[in-house]
């Protein structure tokens, strides 16, 4: 099983960027996905994370700015950023609880994408 993240980039405050993450491989079911983060010198933080049946939680400093969403069918979840903020920027992980076809049940995460901003 892979996860592939696209979307990170360079965006002023006060912009926008939306994040996808697609799974891939021997997947029977995918539970819970979401978005992680990590800035420089802290700690890796859970940004938003969804169920199946789409029931969103999110971190207390995105509330508001920040929408986690998911296509069953294409095993993808996306992450709307709006409002950006400086304290926003880090690297943002992708992760995915999967049932194998082989039933074997685990976590996987993707390489990570770059969020930088910056005026």
């Known amino acids: 099983v892979q996860l592939q993240a696209f979307g990170g980039g360079l965006v002023q405050p006060g912009g926008s960027l939306r994040l996808s993450c697609a799974a891939s491989?021997?997947?029977?079911?995918?539970?819970?996905m979401g978005w992680y983060r990590r800035a420089p010198g802290k700690q890796r933080e859970l940004v938003a994370e969804?169920?199946?049946?789409?029931?969103?939680n999110y971190a207390d400093s995105v509330k508001g700015r920040f929408t986690i969403s998911r296509d069953n069918a294409k095993n993808t979840v996306y992450l709307q950023m709006n409002s950006l903020k400086p304290e926003d920027a880090a690297v943002y992980y992708c992760n995915a609880d999967v049932s194998r076809l082989d039933y074997v049940r685990k976590g996987y995460w993707g390489q990570g994408t770059q969020v930088t901003v910056s005026s």
């Open positions: 491989g021997t997947i029977f079911i995918i539970h819970d």
């Open positions: 969804i169920t199946r049946g789409g029931g969103p």
